[in-house]
């Protein structure tokens, strides 16, 4: 067996060993394409005027398209090449494209979180107008490129041995020959973004969060209030409604021992029963109008407060889109510092050991894909356009 099918071998082995993880991976770059799709195509044929609200949505979408084609693409390739990835500059593409779309989602969350906050917390105050929300997404754009740029030069093809099968294969990861002060300032200038976006995210949504809660904790006691004051005035309106049919019985009775008498007003001479029924028709009738005004009273629910609560369920969807993406990118950062503190990391590692930790790495793409059921589960809007599109389309 010569030295080239012996590295394939050992790579085949290496792939081998990781066929779980790709097929994860697959499922991503399937799911993610399909409904980052979807959602582009909603909204650039069926709804095209979309409220404010959903003004960053198809952005979002494009981004997690991006992110998640390039990402799970590159994660893929280097499943299946674990010692023969030999292209420099395909791993140079990958690695630059992959930090950068990532970098995008978090900078364009942190413009959304800020929007959020200035809606719900700050609703008297200046708000983002169109202008300021696309020069916020050009900013994260051009920063996160900007960003992702030193990948292209501290990643790389790069020589790596077997001491078991004195082998030497090749494979995507951190150039050995970089410097070590550009490389761990890269990575003091990449964990201080991290922070201070991560930071950002918590601090805003938590005040977002208190506010929410804190409004529908009063509208409650407002509605209980409404309801129990309704439910006293119509107790009292029927009391009153039952007094005149009362004085008309007694009235009745009274008149029926001298049928003649009659009472005068003005110049008309009119019989008793008709002026008391005239009477008590009023009566009722002014009752029953006032029943339908009590009835008509408590708006539970007014123009106002059907947008504010719009505007709560969008920040809400926004705020589970965080915690997602919080939640799958953590393991990332801990592994990253990690593989920043020892160049050997990986190499130390048994296969299910690594198997593990590489599903966690690349479980922030993850966030990419689960975008797109989050808005179909919480935007019925959104959830009636894909029915008519796909009804359309089959």
């Given at each position: 067996?010569?030295?080239s099918?012996?590295v394939?071998d050992?790579?085949?082995?290496l792939?081998?060993?990781?066929?779980?993880?790709?097929i994860?991976?697959?499922?991503?770059?399937?799911?993610?394409?399909?409904?980052?799709?979807?959602?582009i195509?909603?909204?650039?044929?069926?709804?095209?005027?979309?409220s404010?609200?959903r003004?960053?949505?198809?952005v979002?979408?494009?981004?997690?398209?991006?992110?998640?084609?390039?990402?799970?693409?590159m994660?893929?390739?280097?499943?299946?090449?674990?010692?023969?990835?030999?292209c420099?500059?395909?791993?140079?593409?990958?690695?630059?494209?992959?930090?950068?779309?990532?970098?995008?989602?978090?900078?364009?969350?942190?413009?959304?979180?800020?929007?959020?906050?200035?809606?719900?917390?700050?609703p008297?105050?200046?708000?983002m107008?169109?202008?300021t929300?696309?020069?916020?997404l050009?900013?994260?754009?051009?920063?996160?490129?900007?960003?992702?740029?030193?990948?292209?030069?501290?990643?790389?093809?790069?020589?790596?041995?077997?001491?078991?099968m004195?082998?030497?294969?090749?494979?995507c990861?951190k150039?050995?020959?970089?410097?070590?002060?550009?490389?761990?300032?890269?990575?003091?200038?990449?964990?201080?973004?991290?922070?201070?976006?991560?930071?950002?995210?918590?601090?805003?949504?938590?005040?977002i969060?208190?506010?929410?809660?804190?409004?529908?904790?009063?509208r409650?006691?407002?509605?209980?209030?409404?309801?129990q004051?309704?439910?006293?005035?119509?107790?009292?309106?029927?009391?009153?409604?039952?007094?005149?049919?009362t004085?008309?019985?007694?009235?009745?009775?009274?008149?029926?021992?001298d049928?003649?008498?009659?009472?005068v007003?003005?110049?008309?001479d009119?019989?008793?029963?008709?002026?008391?029924?005239?009477?008590?028709s009023?009566?009722?009738?002014?009752?029953?109008?006032?029943?339908?005004?009590?009835?008509?009273?408590?708006k539970?629910f007014?123009?106002?407060?059907?947008?504010?609560?719009?505007?709560?369920k969008?920040?809400?969807?926004?705020?589970?889109?965080?915690?997602?993406f919080?939640?799958?990118?953590?393991?990332k950062?801990?592994?990253?510092?990690?593989?920043?503190?020892?160049s050997?990391?990986?190499?130390?590692?048994?296969?299910?050991?690594?198997a593990?930790?590489?599903?966690?790495?690349?479980?922030?793409?993850?966030?990419?894909v689960?975008?797109?059921?989050?808005?179909?589960f919480?935007?019925?809007?959104?959830?009636?356009?894909?029915?008519?599109?796909?009804?359309?389309?089959?």
């Amino acid at each position: 067996m010569n030295s080239s099918s012996t590295v394939s071998d050992w790579n085949r082995d290496l792939a081998t060993q990781l066929i779980p993880n790709s097929i994860f991976l697959v499922m991503y770059l399937f799911l993610g394409i399909i409904g980052n799709s979807l959602v582009i195509a909603v909204y650039r044929f069926r709804m095209k005027q979309q409220s404010e609200d959903r003004y960053f949505i198809p952005v979002l979408a494009v981004c997690d398209l991006t992110a998640c084609t390039v990402c799970a693409s590159m994660a893929i390739a280097l499943n299946m090449m674990q010692a023969k990835f030999t292209c420099n500059i395909l791993c140079k593409f990958l690695w630059y494209f992959a930090a950068s779309t990532t970098f995008m989602s978090i900078l364009l969350l942190t413009v959304i979180a800020i929007n959020r906050y200035l809606k719900v917390c700050r609703p008297f105050g200046k708000q983002m107008s169109t202008f300021t929300k696309r020069a916020a997404l050009l900013f994260a754009f051009c920063f996160s490129f900007l960003l992702g740029a030193p990948s292209a030069f501290l990643y790389g093809s790069v020589e790596f041995s077997s001491p078991d099968m004195n082998l030497t294969g090749r494979r995507c990861s951190k150039l050995k020959d970089v410097s070590k002060i550009a490389s761990l300032a890269y990575s003091v200038l990449i964990a201080v973004v991290l922070l201070s976006a991560v930071s950002i995210l918590i601090v805003l949504y938590g005040k977002i969060g208190c506010t929410i809660f804190t409004h529908f904790k009063h509208r409650n006691k407002e509605i209980k209030a409404m309801i129990q004051t309704t439910s006293t005035s119509d107790s009292r309106s029927q009391e009153v409604a039952a007094t005149p049919s009362t004085n008309q019985e007694t009235m009745k009775q009274e008149t029926s021992s001298d049928p003649h008498q009659n009472i005068v007003i003005g110049n008309n001479d009119l019989p008793a029963e008709d002026c008391t029924i005239g009477t008590d028709s009023k009566l009722l009738n002014r009752d029953t109008d006032s029943r339908n005004e009590n009835k008509k009273t408590p708006k539970l629910f007014t123009s106002e407060e059907l947008n504010r609560s719009i505007m709560y369920k969008f920040t809400l969807m926004f705020m589970i889109i965080t915690i997602i993406f919080l939640i799958c990118f953590i393991p990332k950062i801990f592994l990253m510092a990690m593989e920043g503190r020892d160049s050997q990391f990986w190499e130390k590692l048994s296969s299910s050991e690594r198997a593990g930790l590489l599903f966690l790495y690349r479980l922030y793409i993850l966030n990419n894909v689960v975008n797109p059921f989050i808005y179909a589960f919480m935007d019925m809007k959104f959830q009636k356009e894909v029915k008519k599109l796909l009804k359309r389309k089959l």
